[in-house]
């Protein structure tokens, strides 16, 4: 494991080589290393703390494979690593974490897994390159501002399974043009 602000703020910092014995991250671990340029998260690892890469801002590459047994993204996560243009979200994952891809301004598209079943408020606030989202089945709730100022958000497709969709999830996504709300749909925030 790596501790909580192990290497917090160690901005010359330009790559990491982690074990495959790795098995998690605490909250803080490389929060604002902003000279990281890459980051591949070893197969066990189950679990990556809260802000665990927030305010990377050299970060153009992380990789996580399908094989991951990553059970979520944590809140903040990916906080502003605003050079990251993608990131696989592996199968293992169940949720998305508020904040956690907040502020990504390069990136263009996100494959959520069927396996997530809640994305949390402000999740892609900012994602302002963000064209297409997809909302699988299992997803039950979509978190307040989850998308909001998503600008080059055109489609949005939710799968039947979503009940909820908090307050201003979709606020100030002036480019989308069309919306399927399915049935199973109970409540819309303001």
């Not at 690892?45 to 047994?69: E, M, P, R, Y």
């Not at 809140?75 to 904040?99: K, N, Q, W, Y």
């Not at 390159?129 to 997809?134: A, I």
């Amino acid at each position: 494991t790596i501790g909580q602000y192990a290497f917090y703020g160690c901005d010359a910092l330009e790559s990491v080589s982690l074990p495959e014995s790795m098995l998690s991250f605490n909250n803080f671990a490389f929060e604002y290393c902003s000279s990281l340029k890459s980051i591949t998260i070893p197969d066990k690892v189950w679990s990556i703390g809260q802000a665990a890469f927030s305010d990377c801002t050299a970060l153009t590459s992380v990789t996580i494979s399908n094989a991951s047994k990553l059970q979520s993204i944590a809140d903040s996560t990916f906080e502003d690593c605003t050079s990251l243009t993608s990131v696989t979200i592996p199968s293992s994952a169940t949720s998305i974490g508020e904040r956690a891809f907040y502020g990504w301004k390069a990136l263009t598209g996100i494959t959520i897994p069927a396996s997530v079943t809640s994305i949390g408020s402000y999740a892609f606030y900012g994602c302002s390159s963000l064209e297409s989202v997809t909302i699988p089945e299992k997803v039950k709730s979509i978190g307040t501002y989850a998308f909001y100022e998503c600008t080059g958000l055109t489609s949005v497709t939710l799968s039947e399974g979503v009940t909820t969709i908090g307050e201003s999830a979709f606020l100030s996504c002036n480019k989308l043009t069309s919306v399927t709300i399915p049935k199973s749909v109970k409540s819309i925030g303001k």
